[in-house]
């Protein structure tokens, strides 16, 4: 331990900054496993607000990089160490309170969404913001990144539910936006400032969390497309009529990855499958499924099924949920978060397999069909260079695709630091401009996720 990690290893209690390389290996890598990443001179495992504000006091005396970071599930680089940076773990501040009268959850950013979720079940109640990795990622990734998932094609991303936060800002500030209120427009938006901004402008140590009544029993629709273009038309079909609580897509690659991984009894010989839910109450969801059944057969599906089992509906529910985890085992992957508006679907599906072929890699995609938001995954061999190679190209081609659709680079991922080479691609030179300002007002030494999105 150096002098000067050592003068914050004082400052704190025992145990809390660690710095032996077998404990700091856990605190390198996000989920991306991206060859690029750093090694940090020491972790700080925060326990509290205080030394959040500690870390960060220290950091800025001494022009010390510091990466925030939750679960590490992040898929965009967000949150892999840098060399010589100090990772600050939000792991051990899991305190999760439900406040029923004024229906909200008054968390900690360690804890897992999973946790939020149960809190509030028991309550009668329902947080919905709804990643994959829901049962893993932390609720301070989630509003680092505005994370989204399955439901969010009904009932919204994670800034739709996020009613207040306390943050630290890079020189050890304490600011405390927002609250319990449902309704607060003094002064600017800050809350909705952090909300997505990655780390790179403070780091969230309580959230205050809007929460719903449960959520009413959803009926699930599963059709079988012979290619992925039907598949989409349906997706903008349905969408013209019906408000879905779910349209999830997985092409043929994806459906066979899981089957090889865990076999469900998905049809290998899909070219598409649709998993669509409806939550409308009584007789309205009826007369959902029965026209997303009609939009489906009007765009060519062979087969369509509906049920009313919720462990049926589970059943396909997890298959899609475990895309990323069955990729793992057949190589190295490049996780993709390119999201169009919906008309567009079927014109970036199409340039996803057109870029496939032409770097002659695999690229299975799963989607938040219902919202545009596509993930393709780019499988590639990570000891072949040639291959790496490959992927690198064919990953910034799909980023480049979604752009010249209308599209953006990241639908609920974040720019992390494996895309912010194309952020200004998308949003131009003016805004990337205005981005760097307001990074310099609050981090004006550069301290906090160096390297990431802006």
Same mark, same amino acid.
């Given at each position: 331990m150096d002098d000067v990690v050592k003068e914050l290893a004082d400052a704190l209690?025992?145990?809390?900054?660690?710095?032996?390389?077998?404990?700091?290996?856990?605190?390198?890598h996000d989920w991306t496993h991206d060859s690029s990443v750093g090694t940090p001179r020491a972790a700080v495992r925060a326990e509290s607000a205080e030394h959040v504000q500690e870390?960060?006091?220290?950091a800025t005396r001494h022009g010390i990089g510091v990466v925030p970071r939750g679960a590490g599930t992040s898929l965009s680089g967000g949150s892999m160490a840098v060399d010589g940076c100090v990772t600050l773990s939000l792991e051990r501040m899991r305190a999760v309170e439900i406040d029923t009268a004024a229906k909200v959850a008054v968390v900690e950013p360690g804890a897992l969404n999973v946790e939020v979720k149960k809190a509030a079940a028991a309550e009668d109640l329902w947080y919905p913001p709804d990643p994959s990795s829901f049962e893993i990622c932390s609720i301070g990734g989630n509003i680092a990144t505005n994370a989204g998932g399955l439901c969010c094609v009904k009932y919204g991303v994670t800034t739709d539910y996020v009613l207040g936060m306390d943050v630290v800002l890079a020189d050890g500030t304490l600011v405390t936006l927002g609250g319990k209120r449902v309704k607060d427009v003094a002064g600017l938006s800050l809350l909705k400032l952090f909300v997505g901004s990655e780390g790179t402008l403070g780091i969230v140590t309580k959230a205050v969390l809007r929460l719903v009544p449960a959520q009413q029993p959803a009926s699930t629709v599963i059709a079988i497309f012979p290619t992925v273009a039907d598949a989409a038309a349906a997706v903008i079909e349905i969408g013209r009529t019906v408000r879905a609580s779910m349209v999830e897509l997985m092409d043929r690659a994806s459906i066979n990855a899981v089957e090889d991984f865990r076999p469900m009894g998905l049809d290998r010989d899909a070219g598409a499958l649709l998993l669509v839910q409806s939550d409308a109450p009584g007789a309205s969801r009826e007369e959902e499924v029965a026209a997303i059944v009609a939009a489906?057969? /009007?765009?060519?599906?062979?087969?369509?099924?509906?049920?009313?089992?919720?462990?049926?509906?589970?059943?396909?529910?997890?298959?899609?949920?475990?895309?990323?985890?069955?990729?793992?085992?057949?190589?190295?992957?490049?996780?993709?978060?390119?999201?169009?508006?919906?008309p567009q679907l079927p014109a970036l599906l199409a340039e996803i397999?057109?870029?496939?072929?032409?770097?002659?890699?695999?690229?299975?995609?799963?989607?938040?069909?219902?919202?545009?938001?596509?993930?393709?995954?780019?499988?590639?061999?990570?000891?072949?260079?040639?291959?790496?190679?490959?992927?690198?190209?064919?990953?910034?081609?799909?980023?480049?695709?979604?752009?010249? /659709?209308?599209?953006?680079?990241?639908?609920?991922?974040?720019?992390?630091?494996?895309?912010?080479?194309?952020?200004?691609?998308?949003?131009?030179?003016?805004?990337?401009? /205005?981005?760097?300002?307001?990074?310099?007002? /609050?981090?004006?030494?550069?301290?906090?996720?160096?390297g990431s999105f802006v």
């Open positions: 209690p025992a145990g809390v900054v660690v710095t032996d390389p077998a404990a700091l290996e856990k605190y390198r870390t960060l006091r220290w489906c057969e /009007l765009c060519g599906a062979k087969d369509v099924e509906a049920t009313d089992d919720p462990a049926e509906g589970e059943m396909f529910v997890q298959a899609r949920r475990v895309h990323f985890t069955a990729l793992e085992p057949r190589g190295a992957v490049l996780p993709e978060d390119v999201g169009v508006p919906v397999e057109a870029i496939a072929q032409r770097h002659q890699v695999e690229i299975p995609v799963v989607a938040h069909a219902g919202d545009g938001n596509t993930h393709p995954a780019i499988v590639y061999d990570a000891g072949d260079p040639e291959s790496e190679r490959r992927a690198r190209l064919a990953f910034d081609d799909v980023m480049h695709a979604a752009i010249a /659709l209308g599209g953006t680079i990241t639908g609920e991922h974040g720019v992390g630091r494996l895309k912010a080479g194309c952020l200004e691609d998308q949003i131009g030179p003016a805004a990337m401009a /205005l981005n760097r300002r307001v990074k310099a007002a /609050l981090d004006p030494d550069g301290i906090l996720n160096p």
